[in-house]
């Protein structure tokens, strides 16, 4: 089982940045995809942007491209995700996942194992 760990949300006002951080217990399949996806309040949980720690490949939800840069740490199984210029409608429980498809528009029910989320809350 692999464990999966986020810190790193917050509040701020719009305009401003915020950085997620997100470790695995340990590697998932070699051309699998680390992840963050949100889930709004009466939203469905959509991708906000996912990496292939194999080759450095990077995916992104319409929403955020250009705004928010997903990374990786070198020699870990761990991302971040630099979210920069948020707005209000970014307010939402941001979960990292493991372990899926790298595609821009991943289904979430396609990642293997999850963390608990951290809150991102963007006032106007």
């Known amino acids: 089982q692999v464990q999966v760990v986020e810190s790193g949300g917050g509040s701020v006002q719009a305009g401003g940045s915020l950085r997620l951080s997100c470790e695995a217990s340990?590697?998932?399949?070699?051309?699998?995809?680390m992840a963050w996806f949100r889930r709004a309040p009466g939203q469905e949980r959509e991708l906000v942007a996912a990496?292939?720690?194999?080759?450095?490949?990077?995916y992104y939800g319409d929403s955020v491209k250009g705004r928010f840069t997903i990374s990786q740490a070198p020699g870990r199984n761990a991302i971040y995700l630099q979210m920069n210029s948020l707005k209000p409608e970014d307010t939402a429980m941001y979960y990292c996942?493991?372990?899926?498809?790298?595609?821009?528009?991943?289904?979430?029910?396609?990642?293997?194992?999850w963390g608990q989320g951290t809150q991102v809350t963007v006032s106007s």
């Open positions: 990496l292939r720690p194999f080759d450095g490949s990077t």
């Open positions: 340990s590697k998932t399949l070699i051309r699998s995809c």
């Open positions: 996942a493991a372990n899926g498809p790298c595609r821009g528009n991943a289904n979430p029910l396609h990642y293997d194992y």
